[in-house]
């Protein structure tokens, strides 16, 4: 049972423009939601969460939104540079455990 | 953010044949957890390793084949017993944050590969 699902493998967008990495859950306990950038041979890096009371939340050049009603968040960058190529998780918690659930993963290739 | 290194990077591991894993922090930390990714798959949790207290392992986890040890509040091990082939994946530890939004720190991974 995937709690959480990031439907899209892969995506490839152009240097300047915008990428937009989906990711949706099932579990409406869900209270917290977490972006990670992983790049070959290192471990996943932290890039933005937000909290499951507000439907934004933006940091430079990352802004991830919050559909609960529809039990879906998304990572927008912009503008999508190069050195964004990796691979993106988001990862969900609930409570005060720390676990984290984690999506499958979408592999971003910026063109330069 | 915290400071996080694994021990070995990398090793080639006999069927049969166990292998430990060593995670260092550069700081006390109350929360680390240990994952696995297998070949093109998600990050799973494995277990959460409790300093003075015994781990608790996620479903399909357990002790017997993945002995966990958090002696102090800057360092863990995990070690994978009887290997197989399937054993074979990125091994990686990470430390919780103690307070909310919760966000965990990974270490660079340990690549097992069973032959």
């Known amino acids: 049972d995937q709690q959480v699902k990031q439907n899209s493998p892969s995506l490839s967008v152009q240097e300047g423009r915008i990428s937009i990495l989906n990711c949706d859950y099932t579990?409406?306990?869900?209270?917290?939601f977490l972006w990670y950038k992983k790049y070959p041979a290192e471990g996943p890096t932290f890039l933005i969460s937000i909290s499951s009371i507000k439907d934004k939340n933006e940091d430079g050049r990352f802004t991830v939104f919050l559909n609960k009603s529809a039990k879906h968040l998304s990572l927008h960058i912009v503008p999508s540079q190069p050195g964004d190529s990796a691979v993106y998780f988001c990862?969900?918690?609930?409570?005060?455990?720390?676990?984290?659930?984690f999506g499958q993963g979408t592999t971003l290739q910026v063109k330069p | 953010s915290a400071v996080i290194s694994q021990k070995p990077s990398r090793d080639i591991c006999q069927r049969g044949t166990s292998l430990t894993i060593q995670c260092q922090v550069d700081s006390q930390v109350t929360m680390m957890f240990w994952y696995r990714q297998q070949p093109g798959q998600s990050l799973t949790l494995i277990a959460t390793a409790n300093q003075g207290s015994e781990a608790t392992y996620e479903s399909g986890f357990v002790i017997d084949k993945f002995p966990i040890s958090r002696p102090n509040l800057t360092f863990s091990t995990l070690t994978v017993s009887n290997l197989s082939p399937e054993d074979s994946s990125i091994y990686l530890c990470?430390?919780?944050?103690?307070?909310?939004?919760?966000?965990?720190?990974f270490g660079p991974g340990t690549r097992l590969t069973v032959t």
């Open positions: 579990n409406s306990m869900f209270d917290y």
């Open positions: 990862a969900a918690s609930s409570g005060n455990t720390g676990k984290l659930i």
């Open positions: 990470s430390v919780g944050r103690d307070r909310l939004p919760y966000e965990q720190y």
